[in-house]
């Protein structure tokens, strides 16, 4: 839903003309009175130089608040989508209502200061605000991409996911010097030529020792024992023969 203001000058003691806008606009609005204090203006020359500024400034600040909601509104779970609007409130409050209890923030923003002085302190705070955005922002998809590719390895095929909770110590050996074991993905279709062919594959392969330790829909996890010093070219062999050494 999108929500357009607009400002009405009434001029001081209008209680008529306010009742009079209150009648012809309640089909169509909720009118607030917007108190602002007494603002330090100046010389009418400072205030038409600094129209410009306040100009870039409202836009500026409506392009990062459209930023922040717009990332919030795709970052959100599909099921926790409906509660964007509790993440987007003023003061713990809707927009309506924050704008019907609008009350000046003199501690943020000293009635004491100048114009120009509040718009740079605003302008401070935007910028820190989208500073920060960019900061956390980048961080939640940095994560975001780390997790994604973690569950790929969790749940993909035998070639792509982690294999350290599929194996057991028991399916390699562990304390010898000399002799190592690894993990290959052979597709099913290739499972025979596999049995006929590991041992041949490079110098020093321990025959008989391929087992099958775990199979998904279309690829089967083989380990099989060398010598350690055979294992550079048992790789490049099997890699020629679509065997996958993990």
């Not at 003023?90 to 019907?100: E, F, Q, R, T, V």
């Not at 100048?114 to 940095?142: C, G, L, Q, Y």
């Not at 110590?169 to 499972?191: A, G």
Request: glycine fraction near 4%; proline fraction near 2%.
């Amino acid at each position: 839903k999108q929500w357009y203001q607009r400002r009405v000058a009434i001029t001081a003691g209008g209680q008529e003309q306010w009742n009079t806008l209150i009648e012809h606009t309640k089909s169509l609005s909720s009118c607030f009175r917007f108190n602002l204090p007494s603002l330090k203006v100046g010389t009418l020359d400072a205030l038409m130089s600094l129209s410009d500024d306040l100009q870039k400034l409202d836009q500026y600040t409506e392009q990062v608040m459209i930023k922040l909601y717009n990332y919030m509104a795709t970052s959100l779970e599909e099921g926790d989508r409906s509660r964007l609007k509790d993440y987007t409130k003023a003061n713990n409050k809707d927009l309506l209502s924050y704008c019907g209890t609008f009350v000046w923030d003199v501690a943020k923003f000293p009635i004491k200061l100048s114009i120009k002085e509040i718009h740079d302190i605003i302008a401070k705070n935007i910028t820190k605000v989208e500073k920060d955005f960019k900061t956390k922002s980048n961080t939640f998809n940095t994560i975001k991409t780390n997790l994604a590719q973690y569950e790929k390895k969790e749940s993909g095929s035998l070639l792509t996911r982690n294999l350290a909770p599929l194996v057991k110590e028991e399916d390699f050996v562990i304390s010898s010097e000399y002799l190592v074991t690894v993990c290959v993905v052979v597709p099913k279709s290739s499972y025979k030529e596999w049995e006929g062919s590991y041992w041949k594959l490079a110098d020093f392969v321990v025959p008989g020792s391929s087992r099958l330790i775990l199979e998904d829909g279309e690829m089967g996890l083989f380990t099989v024992t060398m010598f350690r010093k055979t294992l550079d070219a048992f790789k490049n062999n099997a890699r020629d023969k679509k065997f996958t050494v993990r």
